[in-house]
């Protein structure tokens, strides 16, 4: 049984640093692309930051210079570390792991979500 879980949110001031976690069980395919995407209320849920087996990475625009991510593919986990936070990136961040198969298709797994909350 597959399993992505998230860890590491909560509440900090704006300003502050949090890390978020996300490990991948139970996947016996390699692991493809991994990212975050988050939720804030009444938004739709919008892309933060992707990384790919060789580690390319894809930030959005929002949070470049503030977030990095990265992985551990023999734990078949990402991380995503998070400075200079403002009251915006307030979210529930989710992660996602992309498993690639034959003919060309592809399996998306995401997690439960961890908040972010971020004070002013």
């Known amino acids: 049984q597959v399993q992505v879980v998230e860890s590491g949110g909560g509440l900090v001031p704006a300003g502050g640093s949090l890390r978020l976690s996300c490990a991948a069980s139970g996947i016996r395919s390699s692991i493809s692309t991994m990212g975050w995407y988050r939720q804030a209320p009444g938004k739709q849920r919008e892309l933060v930051t992707t990384?790919?087996?060789?580690?390319?990475?894809n930030y959005a625009d929002s949070v470049k210079g503030r977030f990095t991510i990265s992985r551990d593919n023999a734990k078949n986990t990402v991380y995503l570390q998070m400075n200079s936070l403002k009251p915006e990136d307030t979210a529930v961040y989710y992660c996602?792991?992309?498993?690639?198969?034959?003919?060309?298709?592809?399996?998306?797994?995401w997690g439960q979500g961890t908040q972010v909350t971020v004070s002013s």
């Open positions: 996602n792991a992309v498993v690639r198969l034959v003919a060309g298709s592809f399996i998306n797994y």
């Open positions: 990384i790919g087996s060789g580690d390319s990475t």
